[in-house]
């Protein structure tokens, strides 16, 4: 089978290619990524000499680019997660998020759609369209309920919107051209690569380097956390088993107050980091303006991936947390480079032949 991972080289992506090259040696894993800030190629350093694995830099706007990858690799199915993912990104400049979101999806889906139709039917290989959205297309809920694939689409944020926007086209090609898809929508993910402006990896780095933790509002907002690795796992069942034209939640019952898990976060650190310049690191707490438009909270049912596929996430948040914690602190070069910039000059000097 040979897949296509669109925005391989970011947070997700990087855990997925990684996953899936090492699991499906017989598979051809294509990493498509226009390498933006968030991309990485550092991040996938234990794959990239495998022979299954291939990257290829381009845009998922660029129509001929695309079509080229689909054709030249003979491209079975495409994992689609590139994407511009960070929401406080979005509300100062939203234009980027609706073109690669939402236009992007758009190349994406019509490209497959031709590829497809002019590539031979092999009734023994599986093509899927797997579009990786997020939780955040229901909206914000209140104390109590849950999102299931039933809740109506509420998006509050343009990264959300353009994200919703990418969902509906992609129900329309499966409703319209029979086109193979599938939506998934996981919620907040945490875990090793990830960039360190969202909100786990940027608790860490500034507490272990002494600067403020700024908490948006009243700390009261809730996310429902699942280790990147689980949310790989669920990506990987859905390509295989999952039923066309179908939506998946997927999320790991754990919900937590935003300031209860940065005082967990100080805690851990309290007990690991003993370079840091402040301790203890709650001290470093600073409650700040809140976020506009911020989601109150999110809550996934996923009970229809796990009686469907057989999913379920497997990686306790105590356990996942303190991995983490230890993977920043022991992977401190990776994140000044991102810092510095430095990370940029990765594909020149590793990458020649592309270049
Ligand atoms: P990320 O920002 O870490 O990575 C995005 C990747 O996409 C980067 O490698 C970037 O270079 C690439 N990219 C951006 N624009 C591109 C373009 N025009 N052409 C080609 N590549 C491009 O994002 P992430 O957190 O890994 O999220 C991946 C996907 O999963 C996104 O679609 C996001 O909406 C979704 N998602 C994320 C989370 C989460 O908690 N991070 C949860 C649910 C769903
Ligand atoms: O739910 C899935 C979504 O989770 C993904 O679709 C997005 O791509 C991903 O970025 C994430 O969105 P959030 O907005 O929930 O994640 P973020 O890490 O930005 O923020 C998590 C919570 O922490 C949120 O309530 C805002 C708050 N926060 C965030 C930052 C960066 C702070 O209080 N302080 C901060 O500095």
Redesign the pocket.
């Known amino acids: 089978m040979n897949i296509l991972i669109?925005?391989?080289?970011?947070?997700?992506?990087s855990n997925l290619v990684a996953h899936m090259v090492r699991k499906y040696p017989d598979y051809t894993i294509v990493n498509?990524?226009?390498?933006?800030y968030?991309?990485?190629l550092e991040s996938l350093k234990s794959v990239e000499g495998a022979k299954n694995y291939h990257f290829v830099k381009?845009?998922?706007?660029d129509k001929a680019a695309v079509a080229k990858v689909l054709s030249e690799f003979k491209i079975d199915s495409i994992m689609h997660?590139?994407?511009?993912?960070?929401v406080d990104r979005s509300i100062l400049g939203p234009e980027e998020f609706l073109n690669?979101n939402m236009h992007?999806t758009f190349v994406m889906l019509e490209a497959a759609r031709k590829h497809w139709s002019e590539s031979e039917p092999i009734e023994a290989i599986r093509r899927v369209f797997l579009n990786?959205?997020?939780?955040e297309v229901y909206g914000s809920l209140g104390a109590v309920g849950t999102f299931t694939e039933a809740s109506p689409y509420a998006p509050n944020s343009p990264y959300s919107a353009s994200?919703a926007g990418a969902d509906h086209l992609v129900r329309a090609y499966f409703k319209t051209y029979a086109l193979p898809t599938v939506i998934t929508h996981?919620?907040?993910?945490y875990g090793p690569y990830?960039?360190p402006e969202?909100l786990i990896p940027l608790m860490i780095m500034n507490a272990i380097e002494g600067k403020d933790l700024p908490v948006y509002g009243d700390g009261l907002n809730v996310r429902d956390w699942i280790h990147v690795d689980d949310h790989c796992k669920a990506l990987d069942g859905v390509l295989h088993q999952g039923r066309l034209g179908e939506t998946y939640n997927v999320g790991s019952d754990n919900e937590w107050e935003n300031i209860r898990l940065v005082r967990t976060l100080c805690a851990i650190l309290d007990e690991v980091s003993e370079a840091s310049p402040v301790k203890p690191h709650d001290g470093l707490i600073k409650y700040v303006k809140d976020r506009p438009g911020h989601d109150q909270r999110y809550s996934i049912d996923s009970s229809k991936i796990k009686s469907e596929l057989g999913w379920e996430a497997l990686i306790g948040f105590e356990a996942g947390l303190r991995s983490t914690v230890k993977w920043y602190l022991e992977n401190l070069g990776w994140c000044q480079r991102l810092r510095s910039g430095e990370y940029k000059d990765y594909y020149s000097e590793n990458y020649k032949d592309n270049a």
């Open positions: 669109t925005g391989g080289a970011g947070f997700i992506g498509f990524d226009k390498l933006t968030a991309g990485n381009a845009d998922i706007c997660l590139a994407a511009e993912s960070h690669t992007g990786v959205s997020t939780d994200k996981c919620s907040n993910n990830q960039f969202k």
